[in-house]
Structure formats: C-alpha cells, structure tokens
C-alpha cells in the first residue's frame, strides 16, 4: 500500500492529478475498524484539457508507463487495485479540498475527512454506504458542528 500512496504522490507533484484524497472503505479505515474492501477508492481533481473537457486518458497513460496494468475499473498500482473517481459533484469538489493530511507508514496521503465519507455515503445511498454510515457514526470521531454544515450545504439528512 504505501508503494501504492507513493505513485499517487507522485502524480499529483507531476501534474497528471491535480490533487487526491482516498476515500471510500479504505478511507474510512483511517477512522473506523476496517472493513473489507477489494481496492483502493482515490477521488481525483483532473487538469482540464484545452478544450475544457476531464479526462482520464493521461492519467492512465502515465500508469501505464510505469507499467501498471488496468483491471477493469481499476488500476494495479504495485499490487493494489486503485479506482479513481474524479470528483464529479460539489460535495466531492468540497471534500477533496478539505481532505487531511495524514501519514500511512513513513507517506505522507491525503484522506477525506470522517464527515464527508459520511455524506458521500449518505449521498450514494447503496446498502454498503448505509452500513458505513452507521459504522461512522458510532466510532468515527465526528465533528458534530462540522458534519450537520456539510450535510445542510448539500442538502443531506441524517436518519
């Protein structure tokens, strides 16, 4: 995995992703007991072309010269399954922003807070991301003040 973080890493001081932040299951490992989970959730700002458009096509080319090898809807990066998600709405365009620093071993990542994870499940809504959201809930340490701003800035609600 931290092979893994270090490529990311380096793609973002590259420039091919203009900035991370892991999210998903194994984002919300870095605040809850971990769940299983088969590959890496990496929620990417892309540089836009010159025609305005995002698009995947050199991230995964400059993968590809590191050869690294796509797998369905994900990349292996050093034996790691990575799904890259590009920020697609406001609240993810908001949690990459807000996203912490942390360390994973001796690297330095960027994962999205508790909160978000929290509302980006919430938003997606499938019986997994329920799950996380209660798993969140009851042993994330959330900002309470901070969670309910998010949630009523994207028009989210607690059950």
Not at 30 to 36: A, D
């Amino acid at each position: 995995m931290e092979a893994t973080l270090k490529v990311l890493n380096d793609l973002e001081r590259s420039g091919i992703v203009s900035r991370y932040a892991i999210g998903g299951a194994m984002g919300a490992t870095f605040y809850i007991e971990p769940v299983v989970t088969f590959d890496l959730d990496v929620f990417v700002v892309l540089p836009q072309t010159s025609g305005g458009l995002l698009t995947l096509a050199p991230l995964y080319e400059a993968l590809r010269k590191r050869g690294c090898a796509e797998e369905g809807e994900c990349v292996n990066i050093e034996g790691v399954p990575v799904q890259f998600l590009p920020a697609y709405n406001a609240l993810l365009e908001e949690a990459l922003e807000e996203a912490r620093e942390m360390q994973y071993e001796a690297t330095p990542t960027r994962v999205l807070r508790a909160e978000h994870l929290l509302a980006i499940a919430l938003q997606t809504g499938r019986d997994k991301d329920r799950d996380r959201v209660r798993l969140l809930r009851e042993q994330a340490p959330l900002g309470q003040a901070y969670l309910k701003a998010v949630l009523d800035r994207h028009g989210l609600v607690l059950q």
